[in-house]
């Protein structure tokens, strides 16, 4: 976690070059954007979006929101199919965020996805923004500015109330115009509303043509706390393990022996939640049937690692 200032930069031409600059840094910048500010990093930079959930002191990772500058731009990192693409071209940029296929080439760092297969992406609107985009020229993780559990913020002031001295800059453009989150469309197959924001649904129904599945609403796994097949790996997981049997593989933190993969040698929690969800593909790589992982502290990033570990090893359904 970052400790000390936080800069106030404006929207104006090196405004933006230094918030981009610190951006490319691996640092987190706050940024307006049309619906709420959005708490910025690299989407490619493991450490930087594992920042993101320590300076928001989120219990568990939920996937991120990445913000690009437009469509074509987005098509680098998401599969677009024809719906997917009508919305984009209604709505972008705008309050709309769509759920897509994630391209295996993307490069966008496991952490924003929480593993899954999906990528929520939009082209959000406003001038700070658009320039924040167009200045970094790259893919932008952002949830809401907000330290976990509190309302999303709208100004810089509510940023920095939150915030302040765990983020490097916040961009203070005023008063965000829409002033809720971005609505969100998963498009896998027919279009789904995952939640309801900045774009009423009927005008989504409009663009369509047919109406978005009302019994989907509210239902759909949005959390990953509903989607837990994915990512259970698909080995059996035993927690606080300090004696790992003959038949386990160890997963280790801290100055352990023996471990296979080490979440951190050194037991730095940040590092460890850049490398967990990659840790458990390569057990799913190898084959593991059992894997042992060692005592992580339950506190600042250790929740959020802990949280997704307890539901990788939580009885299985189908
Ligand atoms: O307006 C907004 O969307 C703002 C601004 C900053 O862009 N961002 C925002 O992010 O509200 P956040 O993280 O507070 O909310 C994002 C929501 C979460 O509920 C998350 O679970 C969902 O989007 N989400 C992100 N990626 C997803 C995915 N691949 N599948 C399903 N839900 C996803
Ligand atoms: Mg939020």
Not at 83 to 104: I, N, Q, S, Y
Not at 265 to 287: K, S
Request: charged share 20%; glycine share 12%.
């Amino acid at each position: 976690m970052k400790t000390g200032q936080t800069v106030t930069l404006k929207p104006d031409a090196d405004g933006l070059r230094l918030a981009a600059k610190v951006l490319s840094g691996g640092g987190l910048v706050a940024f307006p954007t049309e619906t709420v500010y959005g708490l910025g990093a690299d989407a490619r930079n493991d450490t930087a979006v594992a920042d993101i959930f320590d300076a928001k002191g989120r219990p568990s990772f939920n996937p991120l929101i990445v913000h690009v500058k437009d469509l074509e731009a987005a098509q680098k990192y998401c599969v677009f199919d024809q719906e997917a693409l009508k919305l984009a071209k209604a709505f972008w940029p705008g309050a709309l965020t769509l759920v897509l296929p994630l391209r295996a080439d993307s490069g966008i760092s496991k952490l924003v996805t929480a593993g899954l297969e999906t990528l929520g992406v939009r082209v959000p609107a406003g001038q700070a923004v658009q320039g924040l985009l167009a200045e970094f020229d790259g893919p932008l993780a952002g949830p809401s500015a907000n330290p976990s559990g509190k309302i999303s913020p709208t100004t810089a002031e509510h940023v920095l109330g939150g915030l302040f001295g765990k983020i490097d800059a916040v961009i203070d453009a005023g008063h965000t115009s829409v002033g809720v989150e971005s609505t969100i469309i998963g498009c896998l197959g027919r279009a789904t509303a995952l939640r309801a924001g900045g774009v009423p649904f009927e005008e989504i129904e409009r663009v369509l043509g047919y109406h978005l599945g009302a019994e989907v609403i509210g239902k759909a796994p949005i959390a990953p706390g509903q989607l837990e097949s994915h990512y259970a790996p698909k080995g059996h997981v035993r927690l606080n393990v300090t004696q790992p049997s003959p038949d386990e593989e160890l997963l280790g933190f801290g100055d352990v022996e023996g471990a296979v993969f080490n979440l951190s040698p050194t037991g730095d929690l940040r590092e460890a939640a850049a490398n967990l969800f990659d840790c458990l593909h390569r057990f799913d790589d190898r084959g593991t049937r059992k894997i042992a992982v060692s005592p992580i502290p339950n506190e600042g990033l250790g929740r959020a690692i802990n949280d997704r570990l307890r539901r990788a090893a939580a009885p299985r359904g189908n």
